[in-house]
């Protein structure tokens, strides 16, 4: 009796265990790596992709982030100040995203990086949806709890601001930062999660009794 009582215990326990550990360790990549140039526009600000051609994404556990450079060609924030960055990406993959992470890894040159300011809003298919970041102040931003998933064939508009320090932009041409980024699968809701964890309590009892 005991041994059953254990049972009906530990398989949802051990079951929840894996899934949350299945979704801990699937992370961070693309699926082609992608590598783009962008340049500081008057505003300043920095246009990635937009609602007709979004840049497409494909989270790939096994792959490369999403490396883009950013150059202030025409100097418009030459003193320092706030650089609006506005991406509009399409989830192209197979999977749900429930998160995205942002990493400022340059400039070159011993440059002053840039840190993260701010992030304004996030949209998937032209409404918005909540999220929750954190790391604002540093260079690694995490965007996640969206209020829904980015699902395959989505798109989704990211716009978050960097705050440029003087000195950063000296000369034509000069690259300002350069960023990685990649989605994380979402995972699922506490909520669901303890809906699993019945069911299996459910069909296991059934199990048993037949």
Known sequence: ?????????????????????????????????????????????VIIGDAINPIPIDLDPTGP???????????????????????????????AWGDWHEEIVGPPAGLPPAEWFGVVSLEINGNPITFNPTGLGTQELWLDTFSQPVLPGDVFTIHKQAEVFPNSAGATGVELMRLLEFPTPAIPEPGSLALVAVGSLVLFGMRRHR
């Open 65 to 95: 982030p999403w490396f883009k450079s950013i150059t202030d060609d025409n100097l418009e924030i030459a003193g320092g100040g706030i650089l609006d960055i506005i991406e509009t990406i399409q989830n192209v993959g197979t999977e």
């Open 1 to 45: 009796m005991n041994s059953v009582i254990s049972r009906l215990i530990l398989t949802p326990v051990l079951a929840l265990a894996l899934l949350t550990i299945g979704n801990t360790v699937v992370a961070q990549g693309t699926a082609t790596g992608p590598f783009t140039a962008h340049v500081v526009q008057p505003g300043p600000s």
